[in-house]
Each structure stands twice: as structure tokens, then as C-alpha cells.
């Protein structure tokens, strides 16, 4: 089912881990979570509408515990209930369900009851794509909009802290543009130049980023070669670092539809990892995010 996703598992920590789930009364949540938490033995805890959960669960096969669902209302009431569940440290990773993402978000980043970072919230995306040889990360496709230096600069922070902590040794970004030559003109070149000479500064921790790199000479060492383009990273690259979140996103969803790509992917920058997979996401989607908001 999971393909080189799998390699992914061998991070996933041997201590049984919670999942707080933020308005839980929906079929494609429920069967995701109860999908992990069969294959994986995972703890939940379901936080929605109780009566709907439990027809829900039931109409699957399952049957939650005492303990493991939490009656509420509305979407606010929801996120609130979810978000102080983690607060409380009584679970490692939270993921929205049948509610809107603002409503979620706006707990998590409240100042005084919510579970922000000390930075940016970024969205972080593994892909399996059949024509690479490992998963590619890009970020962030969705998210930040048009990020500022500053926030890219951030990104980067929030990526390389992910990846040291699933076991990357010196996470290998590429800050993506049309094209590997500085343009004036073109802001994101810029930037991209800018933000290679941080990482070297070590300003993003132990990792190579270079930029700006267009998208052939990141993924194939071959088109570094015939542009006689010098790079540490060319064709072995980790993580796709965007311009802006149209990029990211228009990419990640070109990969899934026309090259039979898998994604996961969850929101970084937090105390805990994010799952804001979309309603419309298949189960497998809704797995794959959940395996790798699990093993940070």
C-alpha cells in the first residue's frame, strides 16, 4: 500500500502515541485513524459530535473505548476541546476533521491558550513519485502565500528540524525557481541566492540548501551536467523549497494526478505536527499524513 513510504515506518517510535482527532464525526477520518491505529497500535482520541462518531464507528466495524471519544458541539467548540488535549500533553499529533481549518487554526495560534511555536506555521509534503528514486519534500504548498524572505528563511528552519528528527542526517534543499541564475528582476532568484548563503552561515542548522536551482537541475544530476551547472545536491535533493504556495501547490498536485504520485503531508511550526489533510483527500492520503505526523 505504502511503497517507498515505507521507509517512513522505521521512524515510527516503539511507545504507543495519541492522536487528538478535531471534529472526529466523519467516515474518511474515522477510517483512516482507525486504519493507523490497527496497523500501528496508535491510541486516539476523537473530539465531535458523540452520537455521530459512534453510528459512524460502528457502521466500520468499530467500536471506541471509553475515554476515547470527547462530546462537542460546533466547530470552535471542537478545535478548543482538541487543542487543550494537547496543551494538556495527552496527545503527540493533532489532525482536523469535519471542521473548518480557520477555526482550528485560530486555537492553535491563540497566545494564551494555543499550542504555537516560537515561528512561522509551515505546510511540509512528502511525495512518492514513480520517476524518483526516495520521497521528495515541498514546502510550502500550502500555507503561506507569497512567503517573505523571512518566512522562507523560516521554512527552512521548520524543514530541517522535521528532517533531523525522522533520522536525516544533512537534509539536501533546493530553493526552486524558473531558472539557476540570479535575476534582479526576479525576486525569488534573489532570495534563493540569499537564503544559500544563510545555510552556510549556518543560520538552518546542519543541511546543504542551494539556490536558486530550476526544477531540472535539482532532480537530475544529467541536466547539471550538460549546463555545466556545479551543485553538491543536483538529482539527490530532499526537499523542494517553493517560491510561493501556487508553485508548491500546483506542482505537488501535477505530480498526484499526472504522474501517479502519493502525498502526505501536515503543518510544521507548532508544538505538536498538524494534519490538515482535505476532506476530499483519499483515506490513503489521510494514513500516509497521519504516519508521518506520528513519527516527528
Not at 487528538?20 to 477510517?31: R, S, W, Y
Not at 524518483?132 to 519534500?137: A, D, R
Not at 546543504?208 to 550538460?226: C, T
Request: negative net charge; charged residues 25%; contains cysteine.
Amino acid at each position: 500500500m505504502y511503497g517507498c513510504f515505507d521507509e517512513m515506518k522505521i521512524g515510527l517510535v516503539t511507545e504507543r502515541r495519541v492522536l487528538v482527532v478535531a471534529g472526529a464525526h466523519d467516515e474518511g477520518t474515522l477510517e483512516a485513524v482507525f486504519a493507523f491505529a490497527g496497523e500501528f497500535g496508535a491510541g486516539f482520541i476523537l473530539v465531535g459530535d458523540r452520537e455521530k462518531i459512534m453510528s459512524i464507528s460502528s457502521k466500520t466495524g468499530h467500536e471506541p473505548k471509553a475515554g476515547e471519544v470527547v462530546d462537542a458541539g460546533d466547530a470552535e467548540n471542537c478545535a478548543e476541546i482538541a487543542v487543550g488535549l494537547i496543551k494538556e500533553g495527552a496527545g503527540n499529533a493533532l489532525m482536523k476533521g469535519m471542521i473548518d481549518t480557520g477555526s482550528l487554526l485560530k486555537r492553535v495560534l491563540d497566545k494564551n491558550t494555543g499550542i504555537r511555536g516560537s515561528g512561522t506555521l509551515s505546510h511540509f509534503a512528502f511525495l512518492e513519485v514513480p520517476e524518483y528514486h526516495k520521497l521528495i519534500g515541498i514546502t510550502d504548498g500550502g500555507m503561506i502565500p507569497d512567503p517573505t524572505l523571512e518566512q522562507k528563511a523560516q521554512i527552512a528552519v521548520n524543514t530541517v528540524d522535521y528532517l533531523k528528527k525522522i533520522g536525516y542526517d544533512l537534509p539536501k534543499i533546493a530553493a526552486l525557481c524558473a531558472s539557476e541564475t540570479v535575476n534582479e528582476k526576479i525576486r525569488e532568484t534573489v532570495e534563493a541566492a540569499l537564503l544559500q548563503e544563510m545555510c552556510e552561515a549556518g543560520e538552518f542548522g546542519e543541511c546543504i540548501l542551494e539556490g536558486p536551482l530550476s526544477f531540472d537541475i535539482a532532480v537530475s544530476r544529467e541536466s547539471a551536467d550538460v549546463k555545466n551547472f556545479s551543485s553538491k545536491i543536483s538529482g539527490d535533493v530532499d526537499v523542494l523549497l517553493m517560491p510561493n504556495i501556487t508553485t508548491g501547490n500546483v506542482l505537488a498536485k501535477g505530480l498526484i494526478y499526472w504522474a501517479g504520485a502519493k502525498m502526505a503531508g501536515c503543518i510544521l511550526g507548532a508544538k505538536i505536527p498538524i494534519v490538515l489533510a482535505s476532506r476530499g483527500a483519499s483515506v490513503e492520503e489521510k494514513v500516509l499524513s497521519i504516519m508521518m505526523s506520528m513519527i516527528s
